[in-house]
């Protein structure tokens, strides 16, 4: 498996302080989302939504399933970071869930719509924070670290693109 294909987009780097236009792109990214997800998959195939975007991959179907898990647990993780002081978050098992019949057997038109209005209020809330904000923590008792608001909106900016990303492979392998 290629570095390309697990990664379309590359893999998350930062460093340093974010500025407030890069604070603004993540923002967008989260805003702009679901529209450009519904975009894309309107091009594939129920075929092509079971379809692995990689050998030994998620199917199309799993990673819209699992944009929308992990995008609500994002959003719990800052509504927790923004009103308790530096929680631990509850992580879970991203490979397990998406083995269940939710994510393998149901249509992704509840994802979808789930991810509209997730976004919509995401959205909402990001743009109304104060740049302090930006900087209140949870804490990942997996990755055994605290991760501040700011590098968490700039993870799931990528982890959007990221798996746009793979569904782009699969619309663009059948042109």
């Not at 990214?29 to 079971?50: G, H, T």
């Not at 019949?101 to 743009?127: C, F, N, V």
Request: aromatic letters at 10%; charged letters at 30%.
């Amino acid at each position: 498996m290629t570095e390309q294909l697990k990664f379309p987009v590359g893999t998350f780097r930062v460093q340093g302080e974010f500025s407030d236009s890069q604070i603004k792109s993540f923002i967008q990214d989260i805003k702009d989302f679901p529209k450009l997800l519904k975009n894309e998959i309107q091009k594939l195939s129920e075929k092509e939504l079971d379809t692995p975007y990689r050998p030994e991959g998620w199917t199309i179907r799993q990673v819209v399933h699992h944009c929308a898990d992990s995008h609500m647990n994002s959003f719990i993780r800052f509504k927790l970071a923004l009103t308790e002081d530096n929680p631990t978050i509850k992580s879970y098992h991203e490979d397990v869930w998406a083995m269940g019949k939710d994510y393998t057997d149901m249509p992704i038109s509840a994802s979808i719509q789930l991810l509209e209005g997730l976004h919509a209020r995401w959205t909402k809330m990001l743009e109304s924070m104060r740049p302090e904000e930006y900087k209140r923590t949870f804490y990942h008792p997996e990755m055994k670290k605290e991760l501040a608001l700011d590098r968490n909106l700039a993870l799931y900016s990528w982890h959007c693109k990221h798996h746009l990303g793979h569904i782009k492979l699969i619309s663009q392998r059948n042109n």
